[in-house]
């Protein structure tokens, strides 16, 4: 048995609550928190691709997520009328709502015995090269084998272990989502293209719901007016005229449905550990979304973590294994989903057909075991 027996994982998020029922798994004894007092009821969609499902498949989660959102394996380009440009095959995905996703992974995770408290975070915590004693802002004090930082991008754990190093920069892109009633073109990865460089994505995340992505190029991060989110969205996607576009903004009538964000991106190098303070997810390597492929790293960290664990004896042989089995595969995916934000960036017109060859190449790759 390896020497960690008690784990603390700060966020449950994707990763956080993956990698709860993954320890849970092996045995070993986990307290999950978030700063968060809920698990989010809204939120946009979240696609998982084949990879993601291979790693769920492991947790035997993938049929439920299968049959919570919707699976696909055609990528189809379309013109901003809705003219049908070109359709790929793509490794079979599943869209599934962030909301529910974490609903499947949380229930198995708290089911098969793992504590989660909500509405705590860190306070402070003092590593040591055998445990982590953690100070928790409700009061409490404990003592664990290992303290798993998932939480996100903006991880403060990793800005108190790691320093400011890591600390995410701007990848010249926003995104605006929202969630719509699925139209019956959106039965695959679709992305909608302007003559004037501008694209829109969308993929179905139920039989009847899908969810709609629009990014947007700035020198420097943009500052939306929330009450405003929904008419500027509107105002932005004009050229677009397929129907089945015009029919989803029609449904864009309250600001709250639009959610708006600046991409921030970092990769921490390898180790990912300090001591006994392990990153996961996000907090060690954030990606833009152009691979759709951050959340599907996180779940795969969760998985070969709960692998490395079991297969050594020692903390410091199973994380040091752990970041090895992760770092090049999280720096490849980071490496593409950046160069097509570039490329978006750059000459979103003239790059699409090396855009599109890069994605195809790239998910070829994430095809290949963890
Ligand atoms: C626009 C967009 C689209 C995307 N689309 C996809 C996609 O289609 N497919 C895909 O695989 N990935 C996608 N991603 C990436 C994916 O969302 C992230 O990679 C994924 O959410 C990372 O999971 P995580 O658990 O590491 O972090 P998060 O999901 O960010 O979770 C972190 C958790 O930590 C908690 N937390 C934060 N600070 C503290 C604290 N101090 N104390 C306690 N808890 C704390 C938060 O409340 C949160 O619950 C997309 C990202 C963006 C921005």
Not at 3 to 26: D, F, N, P, Q
Not at 76 to 89: E, I, K, T, Y
Request: aromatic residues 8%; contains cysteine.
């Amino acid at each position: 048995m390896n020497e960690i027996k008690t784990v603390l994982i700060v966020g449950s998020g994707i990763g956080g609550a993956t990698a709860a029922y993954a320890l849970r798994r092996i045995g070993v004894d986990v307290h999950c928190i978030d700063i968060k007092t809920e698990t989010p009821l809204v939120g946009s969609g979240i696609c998982l691709l084949h990879n993601a499902l291979r790693a769920m498949g492991t947790l035997s989660l993938a049929e439920q997520c299968l049959d919570s959102g919707y699976r696909f394996d055609a990528f189809r380009q379309f013109d901003a009328a809705g003219h049908l440009l070109c359709s790929n095959s793509a490794p079979p995905s599943c869209g599934i709502r962030r909301p529910e996703l974490a609903r499947i992974v949380e229930t198995a995770a708290a089911g098969a015995g793992a504590i989660f408290d909500r509405g705590v975070t860190v306070d402070r915590l003092v590593n040591r090269p055998e445990g982590v004693d953690v100070y928790f802002s409700n009061g409490r004090q404990a003592t664990y084998d290992l303290v798993v930082a998932a939480d996100g991008v903006y991880s403060p754990i990793r800005q108190q272990i790691f320093g400011g190093h890591y600390n995410p920069a701007f990848a010249g892109q926003s995104v605006w989502r929202f969630n719509t009633v699925r139209p019956v073109e959106v039965d695959g990865f679709c992305l909608f293209r302007t003559q004037t460089g501008k694209t829109v994505g969308s993929f179905p995340t139920g039989q009847n719901s899908c969810y709609i992505f629009y990014s947007e190029n700035s020198k420097d991060p943009l500052r939306i007016p929330e009450s405003e989110a929904h008419l500027m969205i509107r105002e932005r996607l004009l050229e677009f005229t397929a129907p089945a576009l015009v029919a989803s903004l029609e449904q864009v009538t309250k600001p709250r449905q639009v959610i708006f964000r600046p991409l921030d991106i970092t990769l921490v190098p390898a180790p990912w550990h300090r001591e006994r303070v392990v990153l996961l997810g996000d907090a060690a390597h954030a990606p833009t979304p152009h691979m759709t492929s951050g959340g599907g790293m996180a779940i795969e960290d969760a998985v070969v973590l709960a692998e490395c664990i079991t297969s050594t004896q020692s903390a410091n042989a199973a994380l040091e294994l752990y970041s090895n089995r992760r770092f090049e595969r999280c720096k490849i995916i980071y490496g593409a989903s950046l160069q097509l934000c570039r490329n978006e960036q750059q000459d979103p017109i003239g790059n699409r057909e090396n855009s599109a060859a890069l994605l195809l190449k790239t998910y070829q790759y994430l095809g290949e075991t963890a």
